[in-house]
């Protein structure tokens, strides 16, 4: 069983940088693709990014290209999403999530990261 855990959250002004990362444990990751999602009050889940099982092939939401990038440590069983730029629309809680290679569903899921950006 695959237990995901997010940290790196915090409460930061419009325009700067936070790194999030997401370390796995149970089972290596390294054949997953591993996505970030956020979730702001009131609002549904999102989808913020993913990268591929080798982190050859990524995708990124249409509100967070160009800012945020998302990488994978597959020796260290860890994925990060770099966030640059941060607006106070950011403002989520921030989940990360793994599916195994041919999944369409996450079954996977931490239990979040607070990211707050105050203008």
């Known amino acids: 069983q695959v237990q995901l855990v997010e940290s790196g959250g915090g409460l930061v002004q419009a325009g700067a940088s936070l790194r999030l990362s997401c370390a796995a444990s149970?089972?290596?990751?390294?054949?997953?693709?591993m996505g970030w999602f956020r979730q702001a009050p009131g609002k549904e889940r999102e989808f913020v990014a993913r990268?591929?099982?080798?982190?050859?092939?990524?995708h990124a939401a249409d509100s967070v290209k160009g800012r945020f990038i998302i990488s994978r440590d597959n020796a260290k069983n860890t994925v990060y999403l770099q966030m640059n730029s941060l607006k106070p629309e950011d403002t989520a809680i921030y989940y990360c999530?793994?599916?195994?290679?041919?999944?369409?569903?996450?079954?996977?899921w931490g239990q979040g990261t607070q990211v707050t950006v105050s203008s």
């Open positions: 149970g089972s290596t990751v390294s054949s997953y693709t």
């Open positions: 999530a793994g599916r195994k290679i041919g999944a369409v569903e996450y079954p996977y």
């Open positions: 990268i591929s099982w080798s982190g050859g092939n990524t």
